[in-house]
């Protein structure tokens, strides 16, 4: 079965500290890959893709993945945390070949708390 | 450019009503798809329309569940005779005509609650 772990409920750093949010994936062949972030009662944003190239992807508000092929991870990482920073992260993957029809497969989600 | 919309915000059923939740996609988005976020789970994706197609419904409930994307106006969600189980937040999500991989751009949600 194809799934997205996030084995982290909740991620806690201080302002200005470096922060990773991890993910993992178990999905056949070469997934897209997708980070983003829900605010209270609101939907979600987009923060960042990988499709191929570079394994480092850089998106909005300074934040960037790193996609490990050999690991099947794509951690989130931003190396000076702000509390403004503070929401829930989602992770997912869209499945990539014939018969895909573009639908995300989402991890549960990490709540990240940045405190000052 | 306005974005995805999505109404109501909340809604409010009883046991055994009918729910229907709208979705105008992003100008210029031909592809809407539905999920549904549980309490304190991640999105699951339920289905997958183009204008006047259904092209993958897999994360529908067989019963009781229905979609559609007319030609003209929103997509709709329906839920039948819905129950307490229902209860959840349902995303909408558009992205343009297929070329490359495209995001999905999500709408701030329709919060269902069944009494």
């Known amino acids: 079965a194809q799934s997205v772990a996030q084995p982290e409920d909740q991620v806690n750093v201080a302002e200005g500290n470096p922060l990773t949010v991890k993910c993992t994936y178990s999905?056949?062949?070469?997934?897209?890959l997708f980070w983003y972030v829900q605010y209270p009662n609101r939907g979600l944003q987009f923060l960042l893709k990988y499709i191929t190239g570079d394994n480092l992807v850089k998106g909005s508000y300074g934040f960037e993945a790193e996609f490990n092929k050999s690991q099947t991870s794509f951690h989130l990482k931003k190396p000076s945390a702000l509390v403004s920073d503070s929401a829930l992260y989602f992770c997912?993957?869209?499945?990539?070949?014939?018969?895909?029809?573009?639908?995300?497969?989402f991890g549960q989600g990490t709540t990240l708390q940045v405190k000052p | 450019n306005a974005g995805v919309m999505q109404n109501p915000r909340h809604l409010v059923r009883r046991r055994g009503q009918e729910a229907r939740l709208r979705c105008s996609p992003m100008k210029g988005h031909s592809h809407v798809y539905w999920y549904r976020q549980l309490p304190e789970e991640g999105l699951k994706f339920m289905v997958y329309l183009q204008k006047e197609n259904i092209i993958d419904e897999s994360g529908m409930p067989k019963e009781r569940f229905s979609a559609e994307f007319p030609k003209e106006g929103p997509s709709i969600l329906r839920i039948q005779q819905v129950v307490r189980g229902d209860s959840a937040a349902y995303f909408c999500a558009s992205s343009p005509p297929a070329q490359g991989v495209n995001e999905q751009f999500f709408g701030p949600g329709t919060r269902l609650t069944v009494l």
């Open positions: 997912a993957v869209s499945p990539h070949g014939s018969g895909n029809t573009g639908k995300l497969i």
């Open positions: 999905v056949s062949g070469n997934p897209y």
